[in-house]
């Protein structure tokens, strides 16, 4: 099995990468008082010294009080954090990878008197944490600048701190992604009603990252159908609806789209094998990321319930990237396990990887 579609160079106006294959962001609470240590910048080297492209890291959130549910999720704000950052970026670059911070707002994930600040109100568009299930009070319009500036300011430090790119988590049932899903965002202002409608948040985000980073720095935006709260939820039905959620967020700047899919193989509109990546693509002429089970037999939840995911071959992920269905590969729980994959893949050993378990966990670093 030729492996020589993810190997091939990609090559973009602000990006360039020695192959196709991302590291895919992972939640970890490993960072204490949310500051990334040594162990965080040997986990990031180890990926980047296995040949992976593009590392994105797991979530860190942005400077809102909100934004966390746990101290120990590293943040993207504080003078420590950034320092600790700046070391990681060092370790990757020096082993020839690059990277990308995943800037976060959990949203109505964040349970009341969880995180850093617990008495501060979790952070909803509508006051609701499931359809219908109110959790607190709607955010204000100034309190939604103060997220979108907040967003745009860690942008703005992973650009000042040698980060190659960013990717804003709009995705999975967190804040942005709060206010895309019908579900969750009843508002009658600016910010809710048609789809369109719906994105301006993202919108915002994006212009004002923008205005913070200049036209070169990449922004990666990364989306999905389903919710933590409903795994069957769908921002759109038909590509036409995936069009209007897209546009505006794809015209406000937005470089690369990430599309979050729990198996990649699965077709996301009837009448066409087209994956989410793959009509990403089609529809706004931009490059996209295909994840999801990459190499696994389990898709996460799965693995996340005490299973396990056994590894498989990917000649249909090879097949759909040289038809040029999607540009790039996330691959999550695989990297987890096996630090050097791309070097298994590429030396044709993938019968050496390891399987996927929770007990893989404990050997993060």
């Not at 997220?147 to 804040?175: P, S, T, W």
Request: charged share 25%.
């Amino acid at each position: 099995m030729s492996i020589d579609a993810l190997l091939k160079p990609f090559v973009s106006a602000k990006l360039t990468l020695k192959n196709r294959v991302l590291m895919a962001p992972m939640t970890r609470q490993f960072s204490p008082d949310g500051v990334p240590g040594a162990n965080v910048v040997d986990y990031y080297r180890r990926r980047a010294e296995g040949d992976v492209g593009l590392i994105i890291t797991e979530g860190t959130t942005v400077n809102h009080k909100a934004a966390s549910f746990d101290s120990k999720i590293p943040n993207f704000y504080s003078d420590e954090a950034l320092a600790g950052w700046s070391k990681v970026v060092e370790a990757v670059h020096q082993a020839g990878g690059k990277i990308a911070p995943q800037l976060w707002h959990i949203g109505c994930a964040r349970k009341p008197g969880t995180g850093p600040f617990p008495d501060y109100p979790s952070a909803t568009p509508s006051g609701l944490a499931l359809p219908g299930k109110p959790v607190g009070e709607p955010l204000t319009h100034d309190e939604i600048a103060d997220i979108v500036q907040a967003f745009a300011d860690a942008a703005g430090n992973a650009k000042r701190i040698g980060f190659d790119a960013i990717e804003i988590h709009g995705a999975h049932g967190y804040l942005v992604d709060n206010f895309l899903w019908e579900g969750l965002n009843q508002r009658e202002d600016k910010y809710g009603g048609s789809r369109t409608k719906r994105s301006q948040f993202a919108v915002e985000i994006v212009q004002a990252i923008r205005a913070q980073v200049g036209e070169d720095f990449p922004i990666i935006f990364r989306f999905s159908q389903w919710k933590q709260q409903d795994y069957n939820a769908r921002l759109a039905n038909t590509p036409d609806e995936l069009l209007e959620v897209l546009k505006p967020i794809s015209d406000a700047g937005v470089d690369i789209f990430h599309c979050s899919t729990r198996r990649f193989w699965e077709p996301e509109f009837a009448g066409s094998d087209l994956n989410l990546a793959g009509w990403t693509k089609k529809l706004l002429n931009k490059p996209t990321i295909t994840v999801g089970s990459v190499s696994l037999n389990e898709e996460f939840i799965s693995t996340f319930m005490g299973g396990e995911a056994k590894s498989v071959d990917i000649s249909e992920l090879l097949k759909r990237l040289e038809a040029e269905e999607f540009d790039l590969v996330a691959v999550g729980r695989a990297l987890i396990a096996n630090p050097d994959w791309v070097k298994l893949m590429q030396t044709g050993k993938p019968g050496a990887l390891k399987t996927y378990d929770k007990s893989i966990l404990a050997e993060l670093v």
